[in-house]
């Protein structure tokens, strides 16, 4: 393959005097699993921010290359141009349509997707029932492979924090992502979801052909799923290499320990 | 199975507001016809605001501008050429006016799609900013559009107002529209761009994640209520008659705000029922404002009585909602067709 899926260069985001991000630098390449770790307040979930367009980088560039081929600069398009290119994310403090039923938010998903306009919506034009049908049979579909077919009338707030979180993955996969950006996706799960996140995330990593970047703070997920992690420590890059060399370099033992 | 079902019980309700409107107009007084006219406009009014504040979750205080312009519209098209002559004694109607008279459902149309238009004219520059803003842009358009129709003597007979306008609405029409605008809006929410709407509403930054344009949809929400509250206000013009500037004051915004609150925001349902409850109550509150004669005492009437009974009733019906004693069990509530 020619150019990485992901190419972040130089990246520096600044918030007044906060540096939360500075010259950043990392590539991701198609079909890896890539992890960002760090210490709190490090600058990881700014780099998803900075990713899916939610803020606009002080400097540097993002390029993103859904195919190989052709190659878009991220930096500058607003957060649904950068979905509907193929990356999409989950939120580290869950953003899912509280009010909603489970199926609504996963079809809502589909949406970026659907071809018919608003008037064959509201008159249900043949073209649009059958587009409608297939996606909520896609969203159904989605929602059996998270176990949540039993819980899809239910409103999204009803539902116990891990269900709520592996509903965010699923409704990011409804817009068929090339690219997706896992914000801290075991935060408040038990060992054995953890496991079967773990589990979960290799499934749909295969099936639907992605590449994951993957922020968490639970290590045993990202030594064993990661091919290739990053860290970062208040807003700079200390460490890139594969889970054995991390587990090996000082600076990070370090930074995890709090020392300086 | 389910879906046949459904169907069946739209079709009865269809039939027995046939019915209901048949027997009406045969046996009731024109006070009580009028009322259920009433009824069916606020029908289209509350959800119309609904569908703006309530689905798609952006704070509009607009519509009784909106209706203005609706009202405005449908006067100026239907009135015979005659009666026009009449009415602009001060100063001639602009003459591209002056020989149209259009039937009644090509001017609702105009009313409609001048409104919308209207709406995205000044909805687009603040729909980009938060919501606070369109609150303020909406609310200086309704004020500004009577101070502009007071002034413009050529086209709106200024404060005079006009006279005369055909009252080609009846119950077949008011109940007509809002059963095209309960369709409507029912069918929009089932389908995708609604739901969209209610991403919107329940959070921006996750719709934007998923794709969903911001921007496009807030005017597009905004332009089919605008739209809606246009042909309302083209309506209430078929039924009263006459229209002047000031009908249209921010109190009319307020009732419809009424409707929709205690209807529930994003609720069909509620507000059809609201829309009729309120429009019946504030009808029968009328003596509040007239002076009463209890026997041994006389109250002076004060104007505007009524819609303070009213806001207290708001008030203690939020209270209740809060507290959840009006609050309906849940997935029973009859919000919007779903899937
Ligand atoms: N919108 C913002 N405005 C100001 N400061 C911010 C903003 N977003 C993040 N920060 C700051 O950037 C730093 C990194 O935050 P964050 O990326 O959330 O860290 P992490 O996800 O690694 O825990 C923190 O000091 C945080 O306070
Ligand atoms: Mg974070």
Redesign the pocket.
Same mark, same amino acid.
Do not use: W
């Given at each position: 393959m020619n150019s990485p899926m992901l190419k972040i260069e130089n990246l520096v985001?600044r &918030? $007044?005097g906060?540096? +939360?991000?500075n010259d950043f630098t990392a590539e991701i390449k198609e079909g890896q699993i890539v992890g960002?770790i760090?210490? %709190?307040? +490090?600058?990881? *979930? *700014? @780099? &998803? %921010?900075v990713v899916t367009g939610v803020?606009k980088p002080t400097a540097g560039q993002i390029l993103f290359s859904p195919n190989g081929i052709e190659q878009h600069q991220l930096t500058g398009l607003s957060p649904d141009k950068i979905a509907k290119l193929g990356v999409c994310r989950t939120f580290?403090n869950i953003r899912l349509f509280g009010e909603l039923t489970v199926l609504e938010n996963v079809f809502i998903g589909n949406h970026l997707r659907v071809k018919s306009d608003v008037f064959s919506t509201v008159l249900r034009l043949p073209h649009y029932v059958a587009e409608e049908k297939r996606l909520y049979e896609k969203s159904l579909y989605l929602l059996e492979k998270i176990g949540l077919q039993d819980t899809k009338d239910e409103k999204a707030s009803s539902l116990p924090y891990g269900m709520q979180r592996r509903l965010e993955i699923a409704r990011a996969l409804a817009t068929d992502p090339r690219l997706l950006l896992l914000?801290?996706p075991a935060a408040g799960m038990n060992p054995q979801e953890t496991r079967e996140l773990i589990e979960f995330i290799r499934e749909i990593k295969d099936e639907f052909d992605l590449t994951i970047f993957l @922020?968490e703070h639970h290590m045993e997920v990202i030594m064993e799923i990661s091919e290739k992690i990053y860290v970062?420590d208040h $807003?700079v890059l200390i460490a890139q290499g594969n889970p054995s060399e991390i587990q090996r370099n000082e600076k990070v033992v370090e930074a995890y320990l709090g020392v300086g | 199975m389910r879906e046949k079902n459904k169907r069946h019980v739209t079709l009865l309700i269809l039939a027995l507001t046939i019915l209901g409107l048949f027997l009406a107009n045969r046996f009731l007084d024109p006070y009580k016809v009028r009322v259920i006219n009433l009824s069916g406009i606020y029908v289209t009014l509350g959800l119309s605001m609904n569908l703006i504040n309530g689905m798609t979750g952006m704070f509009s205080l607009g519509h009784a501008g909106f209706m203005a312009v609706g009202a405005y519209t449908v006067g100026i098209l239907t009135m015979p050429i005659t009666m026009k002559e009449m009415n602009f004694f001060m100063q001639p109607i602009v003459p591209f006016l002056a020989n149209v008279e259009w039937g009644f459902l090509p001017a609702l149309i105009a009313a409609g799609l001048i409104s919308a238009l209207l709406g995205v004219l000044i909805g687009a520059p603040v729909l980009r900013l938060t919501d606070d803003y369109l609150a303020i842009a909406t609310l200086g358009f309704a004020e500004i559009i009577r101070v502009v129709f007071t002034n413009t003597q050529s086209l709106t007979n200024g404060a005079l107002g006009l006279k005369g306008i055909p009252n080609y609405t009846n119950t077949w029409w008011s109940w007509g529209v809002a059963l095209v605008t309960i369709w409507f809006i029912s069918y929009l929410m089932r389908g995708t761009y609604g739901k969209a709407f209610l991403a919107v509403r329940e959070d921006e930054v996750a719709a934007r994640a998923m794709g969903i344009n911001l921007f496009k949809h807030k005017v597009m929400s905004f332009a089919f209520g605008c739209f809606f509250a246009g042909v309302a206000g083209g309506l209430m013009a078929g039924l009263l008659g006459t229209i002047d500037p000031n009908m249209f004051r921010i109190t009319l915004t307020f009732n419809i705000l009424l409707i929709v609150v205690l209807g529930g925001l994003g609720k069909i349902g509620g507000t059809i029922i609201a829309a009729v409850i309120v429009t019946a109550g504030m009808e029968t509150l009328r003596f509040l404002d007239e002076s009463m004669d209890l026997g041994f005492v006389q109250i002076k009437g004060i104007p505007g009585m009524r819609m303070v009974v009213f806001s207290i009733i708001l008030i203690v019906a939020v209270i209740l909602r809060e507290k959840g004693l009006l609050r309906r069990p849940k997935g029973r509530e009859f919000t919007y067709v779903k899937n």
């Open positions: 985001m &918030f $007044g906060v540096v +939360a991000c960002l760090g210490p %709190n307040g +490090a600058g990881k *979930t *700014t @780099i &998803f %921010n803020y580290q914000d801290e @922020i970062l $807003g | -």
